[in-house]
């Protein structure tokens, strides 16, 4: 009889995840694109979910021939996104029954985010993540490798002291899904941010964070 490795951890990407951000990029990237007469597609967007500010920047510039620094396009993206930021991020649906439910399971939690220390203070600023998690949390740094490179999950199971095969990460993007893959760990995709065809490589795809609960990962591992 095979045993499962048994599941201690679970790892949240935060954009689209656990904070409902996605929507706020979007009126982002779309009124800086129409800034240079440029429409914002679904297309575009999903050459950029889970790449960094700077290099969804020059994916833009590239993909529409733009005549502009893409730093100046990051920057004009980030400074529009911090202000909706500030008036408008509110929490994903079904996130905190889900947070309370592993909780009380006494499961490891940790962010893993390619959002950096500007973003990570934003979002603490209104929501406070940093303290729900209590401090467990994995942002963007220098060192860091982007999507679909493992670094951000991986750092973020040696902060839990736990081992990659023992962690499921629970992300929305293709690259998220590949880089907690190439960690050595399971992968539950939420759609919302793109369709469920692209998520494919995924342990389970959801349609909502409301289907997730210890029960659906005690599938993947026992918990």
Partial sequence: MVCKMAIKAVIFDM??????????????????????GVKYTQESKDLCMGKSIEEAALIQKNLHDLNVDEKIIADEKLSTALKYYEQELKFMPGFFSLFESLKNRNVKMCIATASDITLMNAVDAKLKLTDLFLGNVVFRTEKHKSKPAPDIFLDAAAKLNVKPKECVVIEDSPLGVQGALNAGMKCIALTGSTKSENLKGADLIVNKLEEINPSVIGLLGLI
């Fill in 15 to 36: 954009d689209g995840v656990i904070i409902d951000s996605e929507i706020l990029w979007d009126k982002a990237m779309i009124d800086v694109l129409s800034k240079y």
